[in-house]
């Protein structure tokens, strides 16, 4: 006699969150950022992880030090909950250190519960605490040129396990730390988020790279770009500032090289000029790329350098 054992399956339509995500700053050599903003409804399954990976020569993380302290507000998770009469946010924040010149490990910390969110949870029998971790956060570089990848681990504090009695919008938000490498095409971001009990959504999104930008060649400490270095730069930086006047590449009027043009810059080439400070950093002397590329960009075109 044959038995057939009829073993009931999960229903995959209990996880079916939605997903969209926003990069800003696309330009070549421009750091990078972006926005992600996922929802999983009522009664689903909450996720234990996200794995988000950047393809097509998108980021480039060699610029990180072991040890290094990234920022202190490198990543907001926002959690709105609403159920019946529970309303208000469940805001983290993640501190993102480098383990290495290829690996970024974060941790976020819940630093804020609005509302009568912790009351309202308590009567579910969730604990939420100030202090306690959220997620963790694992950021690699992969390898050469071809992207990198954003592992996030649910800690289990958030009331992001189990079956969800209530909706749950979660955004990231990063702010500008991944550098775009000069490439064009397209930035494939693919996004792959895995239930509590191992149910998967993945999501495709394609951003168009400006690719083929040529980088901004320059002369630093040239501001009036008369192809020299003496105290007529210094007096085009200070005209610029306070009178008015006009810089033909401001980049080549951030002397010290800190990504702005102020008055430590008029001084910085005084002293070299005069006294016994350093030159400007490269590019000084010839044009030349910035190696160190911010928001600085010349504003009309240069004569002196291609």
């Known amino acids: 006699m044959l038995v057939f054992l009829a073993i009931p399956t999960p229903c995959q339509a209990q996880f079916t969150p939605t997903l969209s995500t926003s990069i800003d700053n696309l330009d070549s050599g421009q750091s990078s950022g972006f926005i992600q903003d996922g929802f999983f409804f009522e009664g689903q399954e909450g996720p234990s992880s996200m794995l988000i990976q950047f393809d097509r020569g998108s980021f480039d993380f060699s610029g990180y030090a ?6 202190s507000l490198v990543v907001e998770v926002f959690v709105s909950v609403i159920f019946v009469t529970i309303s208000g946010d469940i805001i983290a924040d993640v501190q993102v250190t480098s383990v290495g010149p290829d690996t970024m490990q974060a941790i976020a910390v819940i630093t804020d519960i609005t509302g009568n969110v912790s009351a309202g949870l308590s009567l579910l029998g969730i604990d939420l605490n100030i202090g306690d971790t959220a997620f963790n956060v694992l950021y690699s570089d992969l390898p050469g040129d071809t ?4 592992n996030v681990t649910d800690a289990g504090t958030l009331p992001l396990s189990g079956n969800l009695d209530f909706d749950i919008p979660l955004t990231w938000a990063t702010a500008p730390i991944l550098t775009h490498s000069p490439l064009g095409g397209d930035l494939v971001v693919e996004t792959l988020i895995t239930s509590t009990t191992g149910f998967e959504a993945s999501f495709t999104e394609v951003f168009p790279l400006n690719g083929g930008t ?10 009036n770009q008369d192809g020299g270095f003496d105290i007529s730069d210094p007096i085009t930086m200070l005209g610029f500032l306070f009178s008015n006047g006009s810089i033909p590449c401001v980049l080549a009027g951030d002397a010290n090289d800190d990504n702005s043009v102020d008055i430590a810059d008029a001084v910085y080439c005084l002293s070299g000029l005069f006294g016994s400070g350093a030159q400007p950093p490269a590019p000084h002397g010839v044009c030349g790329v910035d190696p160190t590329p911010g928001l600085l960009t010349c504003l009309q075109l240069n004569n002196n350098c291609p």
Not at 66 to 71: A, N, Y
Not at 147 to 150: D, H, I, K, S, W
């Open 66 to 71: 072991p040890g290094q302290l990234v920022g």
């Open 214 to 223: 040529t980088p901004d060649q320059f002369n630093r400490g040239d501001a």
């Open 147 to 150: 992207g990198a990848t954003m």
